[in-house]
């Protein structure tokens, strides 16, 4: 069994579309996360849910928005997609907040 | 000056080698501090957590905090192919809700 599991895995898309990743999590954490990784392998934090609230939104366009339905689902939706979107975003689980994270194996996106 | 910084690498070592991995970071604050190995195409995965300064040990692997010189280091022993893949250090602070902050990875090729 997966325990961080994201869908799509790949995405390719036209500038100015919708799309949602979605993502779940088996392990039972209280906590979680979407994470973009560049080009260059820079991992930063987007988004940080605890018990399906939001606790951290690091200056993210406000085209992207998180949504948990509950502690095992946290999906992201992001609106007119842009070329600079392209990237992989991974979503992450923890048991609670400041510990160690359990990440997805990613959705590379492509904004062509 | 970024909060972590890590050689990117590459790093080449042959088989058998010890390796060390090392990250500087200057904010006082960071207190817990992780090691994720990243294979091509994948998700990074855990390999160490630790909190305090001192070593960690979990089989070839091991975990050095200096926090007085905001220093953290992983040794690989007698590493392998299979150990080829990028290595992330990250760290976050304790109280609140802390991001999580990565380094930009190093990645190291094991050669048979």
């Known amino acids: 069994d997966t325990a961080v599991s994201q869908t799509p895995k790949y995405l390719v898309t036209q500038m100015g579309n919708d799309k949602s990743i979605k993502c779940e999590q088996n392990?039972?954490?209280?906590?979680m996360y979407w994470y973009k990784q560049d080009s260059k392998k820079f991992l930063k934090i987007m988004f940080s849910?605890?018990?399906?609230?939001?606790?951290i939104n690091e200056t993210v366009p406000n085209r992207f928005s998180p949504k948990s339905p509950d502690k095992a689902h946290l999906n992201l939706h992001i609106n007119s997609l842009e070329l600079g979107d392209s990237a992989v975003y991974f979503c992450?689980?923890?048991?609670?907040?400041?510990?160690?994270?359990?990440f997805g194996q990613g959705t590379r996106l492509t904004v062509v | 000056q970024k909060e972590v910084e890590q050689d990117p690498g590459p790093l080449s070592v042959p088989e058998g080698a010890i390796v060390s991995l090392n990250c500087t970071y200057s904010?006082?604050?960071?207190?817990?501090f992780m090691w994720y190995r990243q294979y091509s195409r994948k998700g990074p995965e855990l390999l160490m957590y630790?909190?305090?300064?001192g070593n960690k040990e979990d089989g070839r692997f091991t975990a050095q905090v200096d926090k007085s010189s905001k220093y953290i280091s992983l040794f690989i022993r007698d590493s392998q192919p299979s150990d080829s893949a990028t290595y992330l250090c990250?760290?976050?602070?304790?109280?609140?809700?802390?991001?999580?902050?990565f380094g930009t990875g190093t990645k190291l090729q094991v050669i048979p």
């Open positions: 630790t909190y305090s300064s």
């Open positions: 904010n006082s604050a960071f207190q817990y």
């Open positions: 992450a689980s923890s048991p609670a907040v400041n510990t160690e994270a359990f």
């Open positions: 990250a760290m976050t602070g304790s109280g609140g809700y802390q991001k999580v902050t």
């Open positions: 392990l039972g954490h209280d906590t």
């Open positions: 849910y605890n018990n399906k609230e939001l606790i």
